[in-house]
């Protein structure tokens, strides 16, 4: 006899797999955008949640994770693997150098300063067009090929999307069920014992930080790599506050809810455009709707609901 | 073990601590007494890097820790126990005690699991309970454990009898005296003078931030007696 909840996962990993082959390309691109954003949004929703900072710098990190890739593998011929690593390791020294003197910071200050990280991000990569390819952009990066399996389809790349997705999702899940998770729970609860205990709040942030950045960056090099093409557009202030949303909208402190609220931010806008010019005005009453309505956001309602039904709980 | 000198220290424009100087010796257990907003809580505060100090100094076994940041104080060997005990309500007894546990790692360690249970029969009953469900009682002795596990030579009690029922704060002064038997150094904060007589051997009377008068060992009980002395500084 399986256990039901080995069958259900079951069933989940089932339904996930065949996806790509029975909806729509179009939707099944959405759908990678989804997972793109979830590994992004993963980050900002651990600082927000765990930790309370709200981030508003994310896209900085996404798009140095794009651009490294497009410069290093368009303009060096460099394989794609590097173009990873480096954006990778670019945006951890960033938040390091960056995090530990503004993480002293706290609240609407706080906020202010990783927004200005955007700002000044999206004005480097217009300014730098020896790096950036500046208003043009750069074109032509290579599809990912996966042991000699061509990543060029939304079908296919989706399963690397959201390979990384879920990967990215069990790397939090165990960083708060472990030892720097329980700090991470102590500085909420009371900053000054856990200061009290040996805990050196700051160090803890900045590297809460630094994980984000990694995250950020991983999900701007997926990007590069998917649509093959990277352009100032594509990491602006809009990107980090759309990034921040995602957690917002699925619940801070629920994994399950970041995909929800990539999904809210990813999907929802396309259905909403075949109402036409109004679609943006439709998306904005949808955003405040839910986040007046759903205070633990749409992870929240779906927990609710099965609550109504009879169901224990829903694993987060 | 513990000098304080001439130390000022507060809160933005007020000055709560003017020139405040003490000392404890090795195995030695001192009390702070005074009446509310004496600056007590302070003083603990101020010595324990959660206030900077305005002036002054710090020595601990005459290394300079005025500005040690708070989560270096164990490397020095002091813990301390805050007022309100300050536990983590949503996580278990041992995750509690886990938190304190990774700094005393590698250390000397004079406290390990065996001892707090030996000290705490409750605690390896409770484990998995989250602390918001014990009593105050309960909760006050994981405050204790929590700090212990950072292998303190020095404990700093902020009012650990505060909203206690006798009963209770009598299992707790028994449990700080066995840690005086281990020689535990000690400085306790504390507003009831019969508790503070109790486990400490000498005591300093701190009023309106300054300290007014000392209570030598063997002193507390003409002090006690005083009613007029302990009228004029603890106002009951």
């Given at each position: 006899m399986m256990r039901p909840r080995f069958a259900l996962v079951l069933l989940g990993f089932v339904l996930w797999a065949a996806?790509?082959?029975?909806?729509?390309?179009?939707?099944?691109?959405?759908?990678?955008?989804?997972?793109?954003?979830?590994?992004?949004?993963?980050?900002v929703g651990l600082l927000l949640g765990q930790c309370g900072i709200v981030n508003l710098g994310q896209a900085a990190f996404y798009g140095i994770g794009a651009y490294s890739c497009a410069y290093l593998t368009v303009e060096l011929g460099y394989p794609n693997v590097t173009g990873f690593a480096v954006g990778a390791a670019v945006s951890v020294l960033i938040a390091l150098v960056v995090g530990w003197p503004v993480l002293r910071l706290t609240g609407y200050f706080l906020a202010l300063a990783t927004l200005a990280l955007s700002i000044i991000a999206s004005s480097i990569f217009y300014e730098w067009d020896w790096l950036t390819g500046?208003?043009?952009?750069?074109?032509?990066?290579p599809k990912l090929d996966f042991f000699g399996f061509k990543l060029d389809t939304p079908g296919r790349f989706y399963y690397l999307a959201w390979g990384v997705a879920f990967l990215s999702m069990l790397l939090v899940s165990n960083l708060v069920s472990s030892r720097t998770g329980l700090m991470l729970r102590g500085m909420r609860d009371s900053?000054?014992?856990?200061?009290?205990?040996?805990?050196?709040?700051?160090?803890?942030?900045?590297?809460?930080?630094?994980l984000s950045a990694?995250?950020?960056?991983?999900?701007?090099?997926?990007?590069a790599h998917y649509v093959s093409f990277t352009s100032v557009q594509s990491f602006t202030v809009d990107k980090s506050i759309g990034f921040l949303l995602i957690p917002v909208l699925g619940g801070v402190r629920s994994l399950w809810g970041v995909v929800l609220g990539a999904m809210f931010v990813t999907i929802l806008p396309e259905m909403l455009s075949q109402f036409g010019d109004i679609h943006q005005i439709l998306f904005g009453i949808a955003l405040v709707a839910v986040v007046v309505l759903l205070p633990d956001g749409l992870m929240g309602l779906l927990r609710q609901a099965a609550g109504k039904l009879g169901w224990s709980r829903v694993s987060a | 073990m513990l000098e304080i000198h001439s130390l000022v220290s507060g809160y933005g424009a007020l000055t709560v601590l003017h020139d405040v100087s003490l000392s404890i010796g090795d195995r030695?257990?001192?009390?702070?007494?005074?009446?509310?907003?004496?600056?007590?809580?302070?003083?603990?505060?101020t010595i324990c890097g959660l206030l900077r100090a305005r002036s002054g100094r710090v020595l601990k076994n005459g290394v300079d820790i005025s500005q040690t940041p708070t989560?270096?104080?164990?490397?020095?060997?002091i813990a301390v126990v805050l007022e309100n005990r300050r536990l983590f309500g949503e996580l278990t007894v041992r995750e509690n005690l886990l938190l304190a546990e990774r700094r005393g790692r590698g250390a000397r360690k004079v406290f390990d699991w065996a001892d707090i249970y030996a000290l705490f029969p409750m605690i390896e009953e409770r484990l998995?309970?989250?602390?918001?469900?014990?009593?105050?009682?309960?909760?006050?002795?994981?405050?204790?454990?929590?700090?212990?596990l950072l292998q303190p030579n020095l404990l700093i009690m902020d009012e650990p009898s505060t909203g206690l029922a006798p009963k209770v704060v009598k299992d707790i002064l028994n449990v700080i005296k066995e840690l005086r038997g281990r020689g535990m150094a000690l400085l306790l904060v504390e507003q009831n003078v019969g508790i503070a007589s109790a486990i400490t051997d000498r005591a300093y009377v701190l009023a309106l931030g300054r300290i007014e008068h000392e209570i030598q060992p063997g002193a507390w009980d003409t002090f006690l007696k005083d009613e007029r002395l302990v009228k004029a500084y603890l106002g009951s």
């Amino acid at each position: 006899m399986m256990r039901p909840r080995f069958a259900l996962v079951l069933l989940g990993f089932v339904l996930w797999a065949a996806l790509p082959h029975l909806l729509t390309r179009h939707m099944t691109d959405l759908l990678v955008f989804t997972a793109i954003y979830t590994v992004a949004g993963l980050g900002v929703g651990l600082l927000l949640g765990q930790c309370g900072i709200v981030n508003l710098g994310q896209a900085a990190f996404y798009g140095i994770g794009a651009y490294s890739c497009a410069y290093l593998t368009v303009e060096l011929g460099y394989p794609n693997v590097t173009g990873f690593a480096v954006g990778a390791a670019v945006s951890v020294l960033i938040a390091l150098v960056v995090g530990w003197p503004v993480l002293r910071l706290t609240g609407y200050f706080l906020a202010l300063a990783t927004l200005a990280l955007s700002i000044i991000a999206s004005s480097i990569f217009y300014e730098w067009d020896w790096l950036t390819g500046g208003e043009l952009g750069i074109g032509g990066i290579p599809k990912l090929d996966f042991f000699g399996f061509k990543l060029d389809t939304p079908g296919r790349f989706y399963y690397l999307a959201w390979g990384v997705a879920f990967l990215s999702m069990l790397l939090v899940s165990n960083l708060v069920s472990s030892r720097t998770g329980l700090m991470l729970r102590g500085m909420r609860d009371s900053s000054e014992a856990t200061a009290s205990l040996g805990v050196d709040l700051q160090w803890l942030r900045t590297r809460v930080f630094m994980l984000s950045a990694l995250l950020g960056s991983i999900a701007g090099s997926l990007f590069a790599h998917y649509v093959s093409f990277t352009s100032v557009q594509s990491f602006t202030v809009d990107k980090s506050i759309g990034f921040l949303l995602i957690p917002v909208l699925g619940g801070v402190r629920s994994l399950w809810g970041v995909v929800l609220g990539a999904m809210f931010v990813t999907i929802l806008p396309e259905m909403l455009s075949q109402f036409g010019d109004i679609h943006q005005i439709l998306f904005g009453i949808a955003l405040v709707a839910v986040v007046v309505l759903l205070p633990d956001g749409l992870m929240g309602l779906l927990r609710q609901a099965a609550g109504k039904l009879g169901w224990s709980r829903v694993s987060a | 073990m513990l000098e304080i000198h001439s130390l000022v220290s507060g809160y933005g424009a007020l000055t709560v601590l003017h020139d405040v100087s003490l000392s404890i010796g090795d195995r030695e257990a001192v009390a702070i007494v005074g009446a509310n907003g004496a600056g007590k809580t302070t003083l603990v505060r101020t010595i324990c890097g959660l206030l900077r100090a305005r002036s002054g100094r710090v020595l601990k076994n005459g290394v300079d820790i005025s500005q040690t940041p708070t989560h270096d104080m164990a490397d020095h060997r002091i813990a301390v126990v805050l007022e309100n005990r300050r536990l983590f309500g949503e996580l278990t007894v041992r995750e509690n005690l886990l938190l304190a546990e990774r700094r005393g790692r590698g250390a000397r360690k004079v406290f390990d699991w065996a001892d707090i249970y030996a000290l705490f029969p409750m605690i390896e009953e409770r484990l998995e309970t989250p602390v918001n469900l014990l009593s105050g009682g309960q909760q006050q002795m994981v405050a204790i454990a929590r700090a212990l596990l950072l292998q303190p030579n020095l404990l700093i009690m902020d009012e650990p009898s505060t909203g206690l029922a006798p009963k209770v704060v009598k299992d707790i002064l028994n449990v700080i005296k066995e840690l005086r038997g281990r020689g535990m150094a000690l400085l306790l904060v504390e507003q009831n003078v019969g508790i503070a007589s109790a486990i400490t051997d000498r005591a300093y009377v701190l009023a309106l931030g300054r300290i007014e008068h000392e209570i030598q060992p063997g002193a507390w009980d003409t002090f006690l007696k005083d009613e007029r002395l302990v009228k004029a500084y603890l106002g009951s």
